[in-house]
């Protein structure tokens, strides 16, 4: 990602330990060498306010003094000389007494330069001085001890400089390790940090697109987990929402047309009722008669009578039921109930029903393994359509008796259809097969008590949900199909 927050966040801590090494390393070549030059001033100082207090004393020619002394100078870094008023030594820890005695004489006497000095009191003065011999740069303390000796003490400024530039060496090495360990350590925290947020990210990218299967599965206790928790209850309310919603167009886009065909609907219902149902009347009527009338005396054709009167009785039963169905179809009684439901899982279920009636019929279907595909759709009402097909396929199905069912998806949509061996469609019919009561092979739909209805209510069906369907012919068989909605 191109403003990767987990970049950021690397970014932002790598420049923290940065920014902060930076201003240690800038603070010590400012101010470190002032301080060490401090701390010296004062040892000189402590080491001026011990070697006074012994001279005082009288212990400063004493062996005790002597163990006292180089503790000072060791704990100081610093060097001592003490004289009498002889210019002799009385305690040193320098190499070249000699040389500091009659540098000490010089400065008492002849006097220093002012701009050179520190501090100064009526018993010392400390300045910083450059040795005309070794070039080298000392802070002095010298003056009179109380107890009239000459003193002088020395500290290389030197050694000052060396520390701080070590102490700038070795801040710089343990910076540049830290930069290096904040950045590795950033690039993990931030993964750490990012990688719920990233989840989150994708299951709001498959939520855009209403997929609401994606849910959040961390368990910590983090904003970021209770934030994904509550995308999993928007995600739930938004499937149930769009749900609903779905349910409500459809309704209204229903409404929109129903008013406007309800009396052609009607018309058109009472006249086909009418027509359907005189040839099964007028049967039951004849064969009613001729048994009353004892057409026949025998009990084979008073059976045979009696069977076509049931049958025809059994298939104007079915027709009726069809057309209450298909009347509360096309009038509306019923609502569209809009729902994500599996169609595959629904097909294979309906199948494995139809397993008995298969096998009487010596039908072999086929339906290739798929996993669940979800759509959008009433499913009570698409099994009815399938069912149709399904029996359709069944009832007209010759030569191998192959029943095909294949799921493809579409953009935004996944067609079914429903193929079977056979004799294809006449094309004069084809544009017919979906009104109500219309027979393609009208003895074939009589043999196997067929109504003329199914097709129809395939149609009412699919425009009650705004989908697509039809048919298509092939050389040798036909093939069904409809539409939904992908979810």
């Given at each position: 990602?191109?403003?990767?927050?987990?970049?950021?966040?690397?970014?932002?801590?790598?420049?923290?330990?940065?920014?902060?090494?930076?201003?240690c390393?800038?603070?010590?070549?400012?101010?470190?060498?002032?301080?060490?030059?401090?701390?010296?001033?004062?040892?000189?100082?402590?080491?001026?306010?011990?070697?006074?207090?012994?001279?005082?004393?009288?212990?400063?020619?004493?062996?005790?003094f002597?163990?006292?002394?180089?503790?000072?100078?060791?704990?100081?870094?610093?060097?001592?000389?003490?004289?009498?008023?002889?210019?002799?030594t009385?305690?040193?820890?320098?190499?070249?007494?000699?040389?500091?005695?009659?540098?000490?004489?010089?400065?008492?006497?002849?006097?220093?330069?002012?701009?050179?000095?520190?501090?100064?009191?009526?018993?010392?003065?400390?300045?910083?001085?450059?040795?005309?011999?070794?070039?080298?740069?000392?802070?002095?303390?010298?003056?009179?001890?109380?107890?009239?000796y000459?003193?002088?003490?020395?500290?290389?400024?030197?050694?000052?400089?060396?520390?701080v530039?070590?102490?700038?060496?070795?801040?710089?090495?343990?910076?540049?390790?830290?930069?290096?360990?904040?950045?590795?350590?950033?690039?993990?925290?931030?993964?750490?940090?990012?990688?719920?947020?990233?989840?989150?990210?994708?299951?709001?990218?498959r939520?855009?697109?209403?997929?609401?299967?994606?849910?959040?599965?961390?368990?910590?206790?983090?904003?970021?987990?209770?934030?994904?928790?509550?995308?999993?209850?928007?995600?739930?309310?938004?499937?149930?929402?769009?749900?609903?919603?779905?349910?409500?167009?459809?309704?209204?886009?229903?409404?929109?047309?129903?008013?406007?065909?309800?009396?052609?609907?009607?018309?058109?219902f009472?006249?086909?009722?009418?027509?359907?149902?005189?040839?099964?009347?007028?049967?039951i009527?004849?064969?009613?008669?001729?048994?009353?009338?004892?057409?026949?005396?025998?009990?084979?054709?008073?059976?045979?009578?009696?069977d076509?009167?049931?049958?025809?009785?059994?298939?104007?039963?079915?027709?009726?039921?069809?057309?209450?169905?298909?009347?509360?179809?096309?009038?509306?009684?019923?609502?569209?109930?809009?729902?994500r439901?599996?169609?595959?899982?629904?097909?294979?279920?309906?199948?494995?029903?139809?397993?008995?009636?298969?096998?009487?019929?010596?039908?072999?279907?086929?339906?290739?393994?798929?996993?669940?595909?979800?759509?959008?759709?009433?499913?009570?009402?698409?099994?009815?359509v399938?069912?149709?097909?399904?029996t359709?396929?069944?009832?007209y199905?010759?030569?191998?008796?192959i029943?095909?069912?294949?799921?493809?998806?579409?953009?935004?949509?996944?067609?079914?259809?429903?193929?079977?061996?056979?004799?294809?469609?006449?094309?004069?019919?084809?544009?017919?097969?979906?009104?109500?009561?219309y027979?393609?092979?009208?003895?074939?739909?009589?043999?196997y008590?067929?109504?003329?209805?199914?097709?129809?209510?395939?149609?009412?069906?699919?425009?009650s949900?705004?989908?697509?369907?039809?048919?298509?012919?092939?050389?040798d068989?036909?093939?069904?199909?409809?539409?939904?909605?992908t979810?």
């Open positions: 990602m191109k403003y990767s927050l987990k970049r950021h966040f690397a970014i932002i801590l790598i420049s923290l330990v940065a920014g902060t090494i930076l201003v390393l800038l603070l010590n070549s400012t101010l470190l060498e002032e301080y060490y030059t401090d701390s010296r001033i004062n040892a000189l100082i402590k080491a001026y306010e011990s070697i006074n207090e012994a001279a005082t004393a009288g212990d400063i020619t004493s062996d005790s002597d163990i006292e002394l180089q503790k000072i100078c060791g704990k100081y870094n610093i060097n001592v000389l003490v004289a009498d008023s002889d210019s002799e009385v305690k040193t820890s320098m190499s070249e007494p000699a040389y500091v005695i009659k540098h000490l004489l010089n400065n008492i006497f002849a006097g220093v330069d002012p701009a050179g000095v520190i501090e100064e009191t009526d018993d010392y003065k400390m300045q910083i001085v450059t040795d005309v011999r070794t070039q080298t740069e000392y802070l002095e303390m010298w003056g009179v001890l109380d107890a009239g000459i003193f002088m003490i020395r500290s290389a400024l030197e050694g000052i400089r060396e520390s530039a070590i102490s700038n060496r070795f801040l710089t090495y343990v910076g540049i390790g830290a930069i290096i360990a904040s950045g590795l350590l950033g690039l993990w925290l931030s993964s750490r940090i990012t990688k719920p947020i990233l989840e989150l990210a994708k299951i709001s990218e939520m855009k697109h209403l997929d609401f299967n994606a849910k959040y599965t961390g368990n910590d206790k983090t904003e970021i987990a209770v934030l994904g928790r509550n995308i999993n209850e928007l995600s739930e309310t938004l499937e149930m929402t769009i749900s609903e919603l779905k349910t409500a167009n459809n309704e209204l886009l229903k409404d929109i047309e129903k008013k406007e065909q309800i009396d052609e609907m009607r018309k058109e009472l006249s086909n009722v009418s027509h359907e149902l005189k040839t099964p009347i007028a049967l009527q004849g064969y009613a008669e001729g048994l009353k009338e004892g057409v026949n005396d025998d009990a084979e054709s008073r059976e045979f009578y009696c076509v009167i049931m049958d025809e009785a059994s298939k104007m039963n079915t027709m009726v039921k069809k057309l209450l169905t298909l009347n509360q179809l096309e009038f509306g009684n019923e609502i569209v109930n809009m729902e439901f599996d169609i595959a899982a629904l097909i294979r279920n309906y199948v494995a029903s139809s397993e008995i009636l298969i096998r009487q019929k010596g039908i072999s279907v086929r339906m290739p393994d798929c996993g669940p595909v979800y759509v959008w759709g009433d499913e009570f009402r698409v099994e009815e399938f069912m149709n097909y399904f359709n396929a069944m009832n199905a010759l030569g191998d008796k029943i095909d069912i294949r799921i493809q998806e579409e953009e935004h949509s996944i067609k079914v259809s429903v193929y079977n061996t056979g004799n294809p469609i006449p094309e004069d019919s084809v544009d017919h097969i979906w009104e109500k009561f027979k393609v092979d009208k003895a074939r739909t009589r043999e008590g067929g109504s003329g209805i199914g097709l129809s209510i395939v149609k009412v069906i699919m425009e949900m705004n989908q697509r369907y039809g048919v298509v012919n092939y050389d068989g036909v093939e069904f199909w409809f539409t939904l909605d979810a």
